[in-house]
Structure formats: C-alpha cells, structure tokens
C-alpha cells in the first residue's frame, strides 16, 4: 500500500508542476532514461524533448489545470485521464486536450509514459505556436 500512496503522490505533483510551469519539477520526475511516446505520432522522445515541448506550451497557454483528473495506480504505475484546459495568451481562446497517460514508475521515478489523445484538440494549442 505504500508503493501506492508514493505513486499517487508523485503523480500529483507530476501534473501539479506542469499547471504551474515548473518545468524542471516535471522534467526530474522522469528517470535520465525515460521513454515518453505519444499516440499522434507513435515516436519515443526524451524527458528533454519533453520539457522542451512543455516549455514552449508554458508559454502560450496560460491558466493551465488538469481538471477531471482520474487517477488509478498499480503496482509499479498509474493511469490517469483527465481534460488539460487553459486560456492561449495571443488571443485568450479556451483551450482543452481530453487525453489518457499510462506511465511506469521505478523507485519514485518516471521510466516510461504512453500518452493517448486526439491531434485536433494539439492544433488549437499550438494555433499562435509561431507567433
């Protein structure tokens, strides 16, 4: 049960700091190794490109909240849905990306997260991107 409880809390601040912009908290919760792969493009990325990735949404999304999150843990993971939502900074648009992540987790650490959701709902993130 205490393996649960570290998973749960290390998920929370996982998605606390990427609400709140931490970037660094977020890129240190994942192993130097981790493997980050998404649906859209079925590519594995690093926790760098993750963070850089992160940056550049921190940037042009404000009031960020993972809201309706549903977080199930496992032995040596979580799962967790949730609807990403936000306000863009060019224009103040609204913003939401419903998406599922499966990640593992070794000693305290993100190894691998699998992240699961539909491209239309990226483009009106990244609609002001090169703005």
Not at 3 to 13: C, N, P, T
Not at 23 to 35: C, G, L, V
Not at 47 to 62: C, E, N, P, S, Y
């Amino acid at each position: 049960m205490a393996e649960q409880d570290d998973i749960r809390a290390m998920a929370q601040r996982f998605f606390d700091a990427i609400e709140a912009g931490d970037i660094e908290t977020m890129r240190e919760s994942f192993t130097p190794d981790a493997e980050i792969w998404h649906n859209t493009d079925e590519l594995i990325v690093t926790r760098d490109d993750t963070a850089q990735t992160l940056t550049g949404m921190v940037a042009r999304i404000k009031d960020r909240k993972y809201a309706d999150r549903r977080l199930t843990t496992f032995p040596g993971g979580f799962v967790q849905q949730h609807v990403l939502t936000g306000k863009r900074v060019h224009d103040d648009g609204e913003v939401r990306l419903p998406c599922a992540i499966v990640c593992k987790v070794e000693n305290g650490k993100i190894t691998r997260l699998d992240e699961y959701f539909d491209s239309a709902h990226v483009a009106e993130f990244r609609k002001f991107a090169a703005a």
